[in-house]
């Protein structure tokens, strides 16, 4: 391991969180667990789930994902862009062809249309990176299982060395199969 | 065109010759000791458009003499070159000053001349300025063009794209003669950018 | 490993099971798979050395012959970009219609999707006279100060097949992420390094699941216009022309519904053989390819409805020149390509009624094969045959017949293709393994009615 | 035997090399060549880089000796046009006459002398060493018989071949393949003159072809055609002036596709409707009859049409019609010749056309004896054949050939009879068959590159000067005879003395002023003739029409190749990929058989055919038309050279080769011969390059007028409004379109510009295509090849479309030819489906074509509804290439004022845009504005029928605008609104009706 700079070890090698991980076989009992968090006032543990589900979703009652606002700014900026190039490229040099006029917008709607989906797709792309890899609580710090991505559902909740017991509990009487401290 | 030819250079460019003839202000050619530093590709014949052009104030078209009246400027003939050089054999102008090692080489390349022409073997001059084959530059449109606009002889519009010849020891290559040098200049002097013009 | 297993399920089908099951097709390939492979870098060869000769000497190699200008390059051209139309289909359109089957098989048409736009991509570069000026059609900025004209179909083309690459090409990514994630976490030695980068830190956490959820649904909702405006701009390509027999306002939805046709036949055809050489019969049921062939049925039943309405609008509107295109077309010198177009295209499909066909895997794998020569035929036609029979002038009795030069940038595409999907399918799971758990009822501690 | 040409001399002779170097290597991809810049070493007073100097001279492709121009750039001659100031051709050119310089510049030139060396292979040899062993067989050869064989020579060095030959006690003979034998002797039958008339048609009012196909290859085709256009075209508003045009003959050639009618009478047979039209003119008394006609009556009394009408196969009622169509025009010309006047009684049937002429009062007004061709002094086939049987016992020891190839055209006799010549020479400048025949060979300078003169008619002396420095190392003969003849001075000296001779005062300005010209214009006086006593006394050879030579059961008719000729063209590539008018067929030969006997054979076009006659056998693929009688296989010359090049050895089949050597009784070749016909089995893919029916006429491509709608038409009539938008969208389309070009006149389109246009006459249109041939020159249009044209990859920016034409009972009666170029659409279809904007609108109303921006994706020619966009499929410009069009030295005729394109570069017609800018740029030079008439496009130029009009559409005093709106004018495709630039006017046709004379 290279050694780093204090800043810069703190962004790329971050410190361990301290907290419980506790691993479900079942969804219905982690969906047990995640009421019974929530009820015991925990608020930033974090599930891990093989498959999206939405009773998960229902049982965290979060907000809806901002990656739309990326979609819609970025599909509103690519037909501005495909209107813009073609618009005044034509007008730079203008030529005339089949005795058309120079800027004539229907042929440009094409452009202006697929300059939509891609710029829509790829800002749809960045809002999905960068909210859910960056913005997101940072992988490596908190503990991981990898049965998560075959057929176990998790739950991480971060606990300090006074809340481990009481959380601990909690999760196995939620029914998790296994839980471990990190 | 024989009549041309056959009048020496004071007589075609008239008045200017006399109205810049000062001899104090005329510009002298410098003493080339090193030609290793001079830019553009070098000739078979030394050939000093700097003296030519610039000291002895030969107009352009004096050898050049189609560039006014047909799309290609065409190169002098060795008659043209020998017309003169039969009786200038070189070393003797001012820029020199007295200089014989100088005189002496120029004296050489002169004599280089006269070997061609005696042997009917022209110099193979390399070519400076060269357009691809797709693109027409008629001169004479260029030239009557840019005098008019300018309000200037005809001679001195050359420079525009060529740089100033006149004070090139060597000549060399000033403008890229790519197209968009060539359509920024169009669009400057608000002539047409038709594909058509030069391209067919 | 599931306990208690829901009743409505086969046992043997758990999370646990799609997983592993999925995982082994990245086992260590089998002499075969190396034959396979071999066999389309041949292909491939072949066809970069035809390229070659064509770069040296000239398109005068190929068939071309006035005025037949376009010919076999750009009939692979609409083809590939024709197959590429299942895959964005089944994956997002069915996707927004959350259609349960599709997770079996959207992961192999998705990357059918972005190595045959791949490979479409390769022939407008192909068939150019000056191939090395390609970038000519890109807007970039240069010294000229020369842009390229927007109103031409070609440059719609190149927007469109562009973003139509880029955006197969991250929806395809974007549904792997979670999938590489599983195979790291099953993977040893450098394949566990590889997924490890190329899953990108993938752990299924909410905050992961619901972000990407939503952009997932975005994505569908983009590219779902995306690929019906792909091939109607390649459509465009010929109607925007006014040869007599690609100048038809049907064209865009009479295009789309032939790729979508095309797809679905070419997605029958590479999901037989990887079903039975990876045991992925319980994953991809019968279910899943009855489906498809009642997708082939409604597209290919569109299609034979544009065949129909092409002739009769030709004999209908009375135009003399219109009239003409398609008597020669039918009767002309070319009768065998209109013929099998219209045999493969309009009748075959027509077999699909019978549920028995529609269920025997052999059968529809016999059909998907002639589907593809049926739609290869029907670009043909439509481009070889509209040029040469090109009524305005009497100048065109055309002579136009395929050299070895055009098969052997034909041959050089399907290694191309299937270089790049062979090597897809031993170095990614080539069936979803998330999206497959989704529809299977998830592991619960007690039996629930809840439903799939 | 292709000596490399010394470059260096090459360059020293160009002054500049950059023009034609950097055109040919175009656009090429990696970094440009060091150019070099070699200078003249004495600038040509004449010459001006950049700038095109033109020297009069005279054709001498073929004996009409028309005037010609050279354009000359930087030394190079790059192009031919007509001399306006030549009465003969009126500054037109044929396509025979563009091809000229291929001639010059041919790749299989002979650059030096060759000898035969012991072991019969040629070696090299120096001129003096070469004039040291004619000097001695010479010698050797005196009183043993020498005989120096020309082509048709009425020239200067004529006289000086028969001073010479005088001096060393031989004689000259001419050949000529296609003499005019048997019109000479008609003539003499008719009228005791054995020389050949010049025929007036400009001021007929009537024309009547028996078989004579003067539009392509009779005696003057581009003078005659220039006044048949004259008399044929239709102007309407001008008092309705069409001469009606009937073609009689067994197979409708160029001329006789052009007729308004076409009877084909049993070949042989042509004489006695001709006698049968006489007897009713002068039974009916039609016309004035000549006093002494009366001489006659009894002779034309055994003819009437019903006497003749089952032996001529024409029924009664026609015969009797078409003589009073012909006398009451009250300006008929009839003239006999070509295919009607090989059979054995062709002497006769001139004669009895000579009688039709003369009972309607044509000769001394239309046919003008006195004004005589030159070609009519050349040697019968009878003498040739003298020649033959006196070579072949060996009382020819030494014999010279220049300007002719007998070896090719005359009878295999000739050929054996060659060996056994003890030595002979060639003058070619080729290796043709009868220079490989030689023992020695002093190749000739091409007439462009050196002195001499010709004679095509009394009055008419064409003056021809070297207009560049030789190619390779030939000398010109004139001078070689003058050394060898011991005299000192060169050819030109020779003949100035001449010319001096003939006008002595003042010469000097005399001389210039003929150079300036092109020679010397005079009009020879019309010499009154009157019919002959014995001009009734050969009418017992029609008792029943003649069979010729051979047995077989079929008829063969063997005619000549417009463009090859008898075989001398087909070492130019340009002749050769030109389609031959009426099959368009290109590189190779054919045989035309009728449909019915092709329905009775089995045969499909492309199936090959062995001919084989008493003489000789050769196979031809078969072109099934309708455009040849049914019982009659037609043949053309040309093709199947043993040897004359790259571009005409071992090339399809040569035709003359079923022909006998038997002289006909009036001394002349039958060209017509029996022989059977049988399938090989061989088939070829595709021959001809274009096929054109009667239906496509009227479906807006081609449109027709008869002759009474035409006359009916008022300035402002629109009979070809083709309305395709409903009447009730009208006003929203117009109001559409309004707007669309409104803004299409942004940016640098503001502002009055020109638009250029073209108008072509399909009435004046002959379809000779000299304009395609002038197109490649101008332009630098690749030829392709046979292998290629077979793939319909030729590169014609300018076709000729040909489109049969059939009476309201499905006979055919001729054909209209379209001239089919780019039409510079307003709305073009090609333009805006380029991506990279190099197909565009110029503000000039063209449609651009920058071949430096094409990427080659051919869009433009699959949206181009006239298909006339052309593709460069290979590197034709490629050195050794395997399709190289332009192989050194054929590469210096490369225009440089035009692109030379490269491999995967779309090209098209630009209406000579070099020639419009040349043109601007001039006009700017002089502070004016062009002017119509300054701009003429190179198929303008030489179209010998004037049928082509260039100019300015939007300026209201050009001759363009006046004939686009002229009630004939059409445009090709109009309903698909692409507003082209070209005006079509309808071909008009003189048809009438029977009993509507």
Redesign the interface.
């Known amino acids: 391991m290279m050694a780093l700079p204090k800043p810069l070890h703190d962004l790329f090698r971050p410190p361990p969180t301290p907290g419980v991980l506790a691993v479900f076989s079942h969804l219905d009992t982690t969906l047990a667990a995640i009421k019974r968090l929530r009820a015991a006032g925990h608020t930033d543990f974090t599930v891990y789930s093989p498959i999206p589900r939405h009773e998960i979703e229902d049982a965290l009652g979060q907000p809806v994902s901002p990656v739309r606002a990326f979609t819609l700014v970025g599909g509103i900026a690519g037909c501005a862009i495909g209107a813009w190039i073609t618009l005044w490229m034509s007008a730079d040099?203008p030529?005339v062809v089949g005795g058309k006029p120079v800027g004539s917008i229907p042929p440009y709607v094409v452009i202006m249309f697929e300059m939509t989906i891609l710029f829509g797709a790829l800002s749809t792309i960045l809002g999905i990176l960068f909210n859910s890899l960056f913005a997101a609580r940072r992988l490596g710090t908190i503990l991981y299982d990898p049965r998560f991505t075959n057929d176990r559902f998790g739950i991480f909740v971060p606990a300090g060395s006074d809340k481990v017991a009481k959380v601990e509990s909690l999760l196995r009487e939620a029914g998790a199969e296994e839980v471990r401290r990190g | 065109?024989?009549l041309i030819?056959a009048l020496p250079p004071a007589a075609l460019s008239g008045q200017q010759a006399q109205s810049t003839s000062s001899p104090s202000s005329r510009y002298q050619a410098p003493v080339i000791s090193d030609t290793g530093d001079l830019k553009g590709?070098r000739q078979p014949i030394f050939f000093r458009h700097d003296v030519h052009a610039g000291e002895d104030q030969i107009p352009c078209m004096y050898c050049h003499y189609?560039a006014a009246?047909?799309?290609?400027?065409?190169?002098?003939?060795?008659?043209?070159c020998i017309g003169c050089h039969q009786v200038v054999g070189g070393g003797s102008r001012r820029g020199l000053k007295g200089d014989t090692t100088a005189a002496r080489a120029e004296r050489a390349q002169v004599q280089l001349l006269r070997n061609a022409?005696r042997e009917?073997q022209?110099?193979?001059?390399?070519?400076v300025h060269?357009?691809?084959?797709?693109?027409?530059f008629?001169?004479?449109?260029h030239i009557?063009g840019l005098s008019t606009r300018q309000g200037v002889e005809a001679n001195a519009t050359c420079a525009t794209c060529h740089g100033d010849v006149k004070h090139m020891t060597q000549v060399e290559q000033v403008s890229t003669l790519?197209?968009?040098w060539c359509?920024h200049c169009h669009m400057q002097n608000t002539v047409?950018?038709?594909?058509?013009?030069c391209?067919? | 490993m599931a306990e208690t297993p829901p009743p409505t399920t086969p046992t043997r089908v758990t999370y646990d099971y799609v997983t592993r099951t999925i995982a082994r097709t990245l086992s260590t390939p089998s002499r075969g798979y190396f034959l396979l492979l071999g066999a389309a870098v041949a292909l491939l060869a072949i066809g970069i050395v035809t390229l070659l000769y064509l770069l040296r000497y000239g398109l005068g190699l190929a068939g071309y012959s006035h005025p037949v200008y376009w010919a076999v390059f750009i009939t692979c051209f609409v083809f590939w970009v024709g197959i590429a139309h299942s895959g964005t289909l089944i994956s997002a359109i069915l996707f927004l219609f959350r259609s349960g089957w599709r997770t079996a098989v959207y992961r192999t048409a998705e990357a059918m999707t972005v190595f045959a736009v791949m490979t479409a991509g390769l022939f407008p570069l192909i068939h150019i006279g000056r191939q090395w000026y390609f970038y000519w059609l890109i807007p970039y900025p240069?010294?000229?100060?020369l842009w390229p004209n927007f109103k031409s179909p070609l440059i719609w083309d190149e927007f469109a097949i562009g973003t139509y690459f880029t955006v197969s090409t991250v929806f395809l990514i974007m549904g792997l992420i979670p999938d590489i994630a599983a195979v790291r976490d099953l993977a040893t030695g450098w394949r566990k390094k590889l997924y490890a980068l190329t899953s990108i830190g993938w752990t299924g956490s909410n905050e992961q699941w619901r972000h990407y959820s939503r952009g997932y649904l975005y994505l569908a909702a983009l590219a779902t216009p995306l690929v019906l405006s792909v091939h109607s701009v390649v459509s465009w390509d010929f109607a925007m022309a006014l040869v007599p027999g690609w100048h038809a306002t049907i064209f865009a939805p009479y295009f789309v519904a032939g790729a979508i046709y095309s797809g679905c036949g070419m997605v029958i055809t590479l999901l037989t053989p990887i079903r039975t050489l990876f045991g992925l019969e319980e994953i991809i049921t019968v279910k899943h390819f009855e489906n498809l062939a009642k997708l082939c049925l409604l597209t290919g039943s569109i299609v034979g409805y544009a065949y129909v309405c092409e002739y009769f609008m030709a004999w209908y509107s009375g135009n003399p020149t219109e009239r003409a295109a398609f008597w020669y077309r039918a009767f002309g010198p070319y009768w065998w390509a209109s013929w099998t177009m219209i045999i493969c295209n309009g009748f075959l499909p027509l077999l699909l009624w019978v549920k028995k066909i529609r269920t025997n895997i052999t059968a529809l794998f016999v059909i998907s094969i002639f589907v593809n020569i049926g739609m290869w035929f029907e670009r043909y036609v439509i481009i070889v045959v509209s040029l040469a029979g090109e009524p305005f002038t009497k100048w065109a009795n055309a002579v136009y017949n395929p050299t070895w030069a055009d098969w052997g940038i034909m041959a050089g595409s399907f290694g191309w293709f299937f270089m790049w999907f062979l090597l897809f399918v031993k170095n990614f799971p080539a069936v979803s393994i998330s999206e497959v758990k989704e529809v299977l009822p998830p592991p619960r501690s007690k039996p629930s009615k809840v439903h799939v | 035997m292709t000596d490399s040409i010394d470059r260096r001399r090459f360059l020293?002779v160009l002054?500049?090399t950059?023009?034609g170097a950097?055109?040919?290597?175009?656009?090429g991809i990696g970094p440009?060549p060091?150019?070099?810049?070699?200078?003249?070493?004495?600038?040509p007073?004449?010459q001006?880089?950049?700038?095109a100097t033109y020297y009069a001279t005279t054709c001498r492709e073929c004996a009409a000796g028309c005037g010609v121009r050279v354009r000359v750039r930087e030394g190079r001659a790059v192009k031919l046009e007509g001399n306006p100031d030549s009465p003969i051709n009126r500054g037109r050119l044929c396509a025979r006459g563009q091809a000229a310089l291929q001639g010059l510049y041919n790749p299989d030139r002979i650059a030096h002398p060759m000898v035969r060396n012991a072991s019969g292979k040629f070696e090299d040899i120096d001129w003096d060493g070469a004039l040291q062993r004619v000097t001695a067989k010479v010698r050797e050869a005196q009183g043993k018989g020498i005989v120096f064989l020309t082509g048709a020579e009425q020239s200067t060095f004529g006289d000086l071949v028969d001073e010479w030959m005088k001096q060393v006690g031989g004689r000259r003979m001419s050949y000529e393949a296609f003499g005019f034998e048997a019109l000479r002797a008609g003539n003499r039958m008719a009228f005791g003159t054995a020389t050949l008339p010049t025929y007036d048609f400009a001021n007929a009012k009537y024309v009547l072809s028996f078989g004579a196909d003067f539009l392509d290859t009779w005696l003057s085709p581009v003078e005659f055609q220039n006044g048949f256009s004259r008399a044929h075209a239709f102007d309407a508003g001008r008092p309705a002036s069409m001469a009606k045009f009937t073609y009689v003959g067994p197979r409708l050639s160029l001329t006789g596709m052009n007729a308004d009618e076409w009877i084909a009478p049993k070949p042989g047979s042509e004489g006695l409707l001709a006698l049968a039209m006489a007897q009713v003119i002068m039974s009916q008394h039609l016309a004035r009859v000549p006093a002494d006609a009366s001489k006659l009556v009894s002779v034309l009394a055994a003819h009437t049409p019903r006497a003749v009408a089952q032996v001529i196969g024409i029924d009664e009622a026609t015969i009797a019609r078409l003589a009073r169509e012909f006398a009451r025009s009250g300006g008929g010309l009839a003239v006999a010749g070509g295919m009607a006047t090989q059979a054995a009684n062709g002497a006769e049937i001139v004669a009895a056309v000579n009688i039709l002429n003369y009972v309607v009062g044509a000769v001394g007004t239309l046919v003008k004896f006195g004004a005589d061709l030159g070609v009519g002094a050349t040697n019968t086939f009878a003498d040739l054949a003298t020649l033959t049987s006196e070579m072949t016992n060996g009382r020819v020891a030494l014999l010279f050939v220049y300007g002719t190839n007998p070896a090719h055209s005359l009878p295999g006799a000739f050929q054996q009879a060659l060996g056994k010549v003890a030595f002979k020479v060639s003058f070619s400048s080729y290796m043709d068959e009868t220079a490989a025949a030689c023992d020695l060979i002093l190749p000739d300078h091409h007439p462009l590159e050196q002195w001499g003169d010709s004679r095509p008619r009394a009055g008419v002396i064409g003056l021809q000067q070297p207009v560049v420095q030789p190619v390779f190392g030939t000398q010109p003969t004139g001078d070689v005879i003058l050394k060898l003849s011991g005299r000192t001075g060169t050819f030109q000296d020779y003949l100035q003395a001449k010319w001096r001779a003939r006008h002595g005062a003042n010469f000097d300005q005399y001389w210039m002023d003929s150079l300036a010209k092109g020679g010397v214009y005079g009009e020879a006086p019309t010499r009154p003739v009157r019919l002959a006593t014995t001009a009734g006394n050969f009418s017992t050879t029609f008792a029943e029409v003649p069979s010729w030579g051979g047995d077989g059961d079929q008829t063969v008719v063997v005619f000549p190749h417009p463009a090859l000729h008898d075989g001398r063209g087909a070492n130019k590539p340009w002749l050769q990929e030109l389609p031959d008018p009426v099959s368009k067929i290109a590189w190779h030969s054919w045989v035309e058989v009728h449909p019915d006997t092709a329905a009775k054979w089995g045969l499909a076009t492309g199936d090959f055919l062995l001919l084989q006659s008493k003489f000789g056998g050769q196979k031809f693929p078969a072109w099934i038309t309708p455009s040849v009688r049914p019982d009659v296989l037609a043949v053309p010359t040309g093709q199947g050279h043993s040897a004359y090049g790259r571009y005409a050895k071992d090339r399809s089949a040569n035709a003359f080769e079923l022909l006998g050597g038997q002289a006909t009784v009036y001394g002349g070749r039958s060209f017509i011969v029996r022989a059977t016909a049988s399938k090989t089995g061989e088939h070829q893919r595709r021959i001809a390059t274009i096929e054109g029916n009667a239906r496509d006429l009227g479906m807006g491509t081609t449109e027709v007028l008869p002759l009474a709608r035409a006359k009916a038409l008022h300035p402002g009539d629109h009979p070809f409004h083709f309305e395709e938008t409903p009447e009730y969208a009208k006003d929203a389309v117009e109001w559409w379109a309004e707007r669309q070009h409104e803004k299409a006149e942004l940016g640098?389109y503001k502002g009055e510009q020109p638009r250029w246009g073209l108008a072509i006459d399909l009435s004046k249109c002959t379809g000779c295509s000299a304009c395609v041939t002038a197109c490649y020159a101008e332009n630098n249009i690749a030829t392709v090849g046979e292998e290629l044209t077979e793939r319909r990859r030729e590169m014609a920016w300018l076709r000729l479309e040909r489109y049969w034409r059939v009476d309201e009972h499905d006979n055919l009666q001729g054909a209209v030819n379209q001239p089919m170029l780019c039409q510079q659409c307003g709305n073009a279809p090609c333009e805006p489906v380029c991506p990279v904007?190099a197909a565009?609108h110029?503000?000039d109303g063209?449609n651009?074509q920058?071949?430096?921006?094409c990427v080659g994706t051919r869009y433009c020619s699959n949206n181009c509804p006239y298909k006339v966009r052309y593709f460069n499929w290979y590197n034709y410009a490629e050195k050794d290439g395997k399709y190289e069009a332009f192989p050194e030295p054929l590469s210096m005729l490369l225009n440089p004022?035009?692109?030379?394109r490269e491999k995967g570069v779309m090209e098209k017609c630009?209406f000579c845009?070099?020639r419009i800018?040349g043109a601007q740029?001039q006009a700017?030079?002089e502070n004016r504005n062009v002017r119509d008439g300054d701009i003429v496009t190179a198929c303008q130029q030489t179209c010998p029928s004037d049928a082509i009009v260039f100019g300015d559409l939007n300026d209201r005093n050009s001759r363009v605008f006046e004939l686009a709106g002229n009630p004939r004018g059409y445009h090709v495709l109009a309903g698909l609104n692409t507003k082209p630039a070209i005006t079509y006017l309808a071909r008009v046709v003189a048809q009438d009706t029977p009993g509507n004379g």
């Open positions: 040099w030529i | 065109m024989v030819l590709p189609s009246v047909s799309s290609e400027p065409g190169i002098p003939s060795l008659q043209t022409w009917r022209p110099p193979e001059w390399i070519r060269a357009l691809p084959g797709f693109v027409r008629p001169h004479m449109r009557k790519r197209m968009g359509v047409t950018r038709d594909c058509s013009v391209h067919y | 240069n010294e000229r100060g | 020293k002054g500049v950059s023009a950097a055109a040919v290597s175009a656009c440009e060091t150019e070099r810049l070699i200078p003249y070493l004495v600038q007073e004449d001006i880089p950049g700038t640098n904007y565009y110029t503000p063209l651009g920058v071949y430096n921006r004022d035009v692109t030379v630009t845009v070099q800018r740029n700017r030079l």
